[in-house]
């Protein structure tokens, strides 16, 4: 295959990718809730391996999709670098205002360039937008990974290789006498691990993995995954998804899900159709939910089911909202116009937000 060559057709495949993408980012932080709380701990830790993917497959479908795409040039890069600088920026000013509104106090408004920096601190509504951060550092890096992706795409594929096993070795000095940990560094600042997802994601495209059993592999490094999660994480006393980003069953479990969902044939429909679309509303709006509800965390029997499954509902159903505003342009640019769009929504959350507090003094009421 010419590495260079551009898609004829639109890859749906890569779409079922972006969705299992996007739910697992809302299930994994809608969790992080629940281990917060150490709420049911051990079904908590197997739900939250089963989310594991949800960053690695994004950057997995980006060098899928833009590494070997033509007109990537230092313009192309800070154009998408702008879009994304001028996304948090507009983020950051409309929530704050909006809470000036809510709180009748415009010194909220002082907030937003602290709010900005967050970002990149992972603190805040916006702590998700690191991977923003992050895509903006493989932009930079773009035009000398595609002239060495589609002038020599093998010795590429070999590079990533030895970059996996790097990844590899990492997690595995974890349990070691060196007891090496990459925890204190800001995820932005791991960019080993996020370069080698998204040049995976190239490699994957110039050379196609045979047509093996890969749900069901995936369903085995799943179970695997789980296992991993449930006996290591009390080793190292870390619950995040992305410490086990360098464990070979990981690797494994991205890369069978990947490669069942782009192999496997799909009927295009309107849900496959508006992944794409969906995916920042979604993205911006989820975490903010999550702050605001987190007091219905203990719904019952199963809170590690019916929790997440209430943040996906609502995050999605607010996005598609937002799809369907009358704005002018169309929400399809949502880079552009999304953000005024989608903050209108949090006066729906907070109200909602002022509820869930009612209902958990109601339930503790000697607080």
Not at 237 to 252: E, K, Q, R, W
Request: charged residues 10%; aromatic residues 16%; positive net charge.
């Amino acid at each position: 295959m010419d590495v260079s060559e551009p898609y004829t057709q639109r890859i749906v495949g890569l779409d079922v990718v972006k969705i299992i993408a996007m739910l697992s980012v809302v299930v994994s932080h809608a969790l992080n809730v629940l281990v917060f709380y150490r709420q049911d701990p051990a079904m908590t830790t197997i739900c939250h391996s089963l989310t594991a993917g949800g960053v690695p497959l994004f950057f997995m479908v980006s060098g899928y999709l833009l590494l070997g795409r033509k007109g990537t040039t230092y313009k192309y890069v800070a154009h998408k670098i702008w879009a994304i600088v001028r996304y948090i920026a507009v983020c950051c000013i409309l929530y704050w205002g909006i809470m000036a509104l809510i709180h009748w106090d415009y010194t909220q408004i002082k907030h937003c360039a602290d709010e900005f920096i967050n970002t990149f601190l992972l603190r805040g509504p916006f702590t998700p937008f690191w991977f923003l951060w992050s895509m903006s550092a493989i932009y930079l890096l773009l035009p000398l990974n595609h002239c060495f992706y589609t002038r020599h795409t093998r010795a590429f594929a070999w590079s990533v290789a030895i970059l996996g096993v790097f990844c590899i070795l990492l997690f595995a000095a974890q349990f070691t006498d060196l007891r090496y940990s990459d925890r204190s560094l800001l995820q932005p600042l791991k960019m080993w691990k996020w370069l080698f997802f998204f040049a995976l994601g190239g490699v994957l495209r110039a050379y196609p993995t045979p047509h093996l059993h890969w749900g069901w592999i995936a369903i085995c490094a799943a179970v695997l995954n789980a296992a991993q999660r449930y006996y290591l994480e009390p080793v190292i006393h870390d619950t995040s998804n992305l410490t086990f980003a360098g464990s070979p069953i990981s690797l494994l479990f991205y890369l069978a899900v990947f490669c069942w969902a782009v192999q496997r044939k799909w009927s295009e429909n309107y849900v496959l159709r508006n992944a794409g679309v969906l995916f920042m509303p979604v993205y911006t709006i989820h975490y903010i939910i999550i702050q605001n509800l987190s007091p219905l965390h203990n719904l019952g029997f199963g809170s590690y089911i019916t929790y997440p499954l209430l943040i996906c509902v609502l995050s999605v159903a607010a996005s598609l909202i937002l799809l369907h505003l009358p704005l002018k342009g169309g929400m399809a640019r949502f880079f552009k116009l999304g953000p005024i769009a989608t903050y209108s929504i949090i006066l729906i959350v907070l109200t909602l937000h002022r509820q869930a507090i009612q209902i958990h003094e109601s339930r503790h009421p000697c607080g």
